[in-house]
């Protein structure tokens, strides 16, 4: 791709949650020096901030965090923010906590990540995005119906979800 078409800017995402491969540092460097101008970012769901640590200080990618509860971390090692799950049920509270802790203001984003955790854990408590569509429809930002092959959430999570959106004052 990088080849066929030099112009189109191109984010690298690292989920080896999902892919079963681990971009390699060695890897995403080479790509960058071969290609500078259309790797322009880096989604990291890796949960491996030393390696976070490393894309940072040894590409010019803007590093995006992949992964809801690593967020206050990864920004405080230099990402630009995220590309949130979470985001799709609470947009307000994930801006908060990426805005807080992108200007320094660690204790603030510290409090925001603890409240936006029991919605951020409840996205995750089946198959992604089941939940967070569930969560969302709650909202009032969308249906609550995902399509095949996604199954509907169940009753017991749907309270879950419920709940911590209560418990956070969203809902």
């Known amino acids: 791709v990088a080849k066929a078409v030099p112009e189109l800017p191109v984010m690298l995402y690292n989920i080896p949650g999902r892919t079963?491969?681990?971009?390699?540092?060695?890897?995403i460097e080479r790509l960058c020096n071969d290609f500078p101008k259309v790797f322009v970012a880096y989604k990291d769901a890796t949960a491996n901030l030393k390696q976070t640590?490393?894309?940072?200080?040894?590409t010019g990618l803007?590093?995006?965090?992949?992964?809801d509860g690593l967020t206050l971390p990864m920004v405080s090692l230099g990402a630009k923010g995220i590309v949130s799950v979470a985001g799709n049920v609470i947009p307000k509270q994930v801006r908060e906590l990426s805005d807080h802790a992108r200007a320094g203001r660690l204790d603030e984003a510290a409090s925001q990540n603890h409240r936006n955790t029991p919605v951020v854990e409840a996205c995750f408590?089946?198959?992604?995005?089941?939940p967070a569509k569930y969560g969302a429809s709650l909202m009032g930002l969308c249906g609550p119906t995902a399509r095949l092959p996604l199954a509907p959430?169940?009753?017991?999570?749907?309270?879950v979800v419920r709940n911590a959106l209560k418990d956070i004052g969203a809902r």
């Open 20 to 27: 079963a491969v681990l971009m390699e540092t060695a890897t």
């Open 53 to 58: 640590e490393e894309i940072l200080r040894k």
């Open 62 to 67: 803007t590093v995006l965090s992949g992964d």
């Open 125 to 130: 408590i089946e198959s992604n995005p089941v």
């Open 153 to 159: 959430i169940s009753e017991k999570n749907k309270e």
